[in-house]
Nanobody, 123 residues
Framework: QVQLVESGGGLVQAGGSLRLSCAAS????????MGWFRQAPGKEREFVASIGWSSASTNYADSVKGRFTISRDSAKNMVYLEMKNQKPEDTAVYYCAADRRYYGRDYSEYDYWGQGTQVTVSS
């Protein structure tokens, strides 16, 4: 069973950048489709980005396309979410997740989750 630990969250001004990291243990990230999701207070968890077994296979939510980039470093067993030109509406707890089947957008299909890291974007 893979364990996931997110880090890199924090407070950033609008227009700024952050890079989130997801460290995996008990499993190899190259054996899973990986995703990033976020949840703002009072809202449902929503899809942000995902990456398939081939790093060329990625999906992005329309709200982050062109601003966020998901990547994987199999040698370090890490997954990253590079966030640029951030907006106040990006404020949420960000979660890393692993799926054994597909790099989809449905959070209910993911098998393993991290504990989340808070990202706050001030205007």
């Amino acid at each position: 069973q893979v364990q996931l630990v997110e880090s890199g969250g924090g407070l950033v001004q609008a227009g700024g950048s952050l890079r989130l990291s997801c460290a995996a243990s008990g499993g190899t990230v190259s054996n899973y489709a990986m995703g990033w999701f976020r949840q703002a207070p009072g809202k449902e968890r929503e899809f942000v980005a995902s990456i398939g077994w081939s790093s060329a296979s990625t999906n992005y939510a329309d709200s982050v396309k062109g601003r966020f980039t998901i990547s994987r470093d199999s040698a370090k067993n890490m997954v990253y979410l590079e966030m640029k030109n951030q907006k106040p509406e990006d404020t949420a707890v960000y979660y890393c997740a692993a799926d054994r089947r597909y790099y989809g957008r449905d959070y209910s299909e993911y098998d393993y989750w991290g504990q989340g890291t808070q990202v706050t974007v001030s205007s």
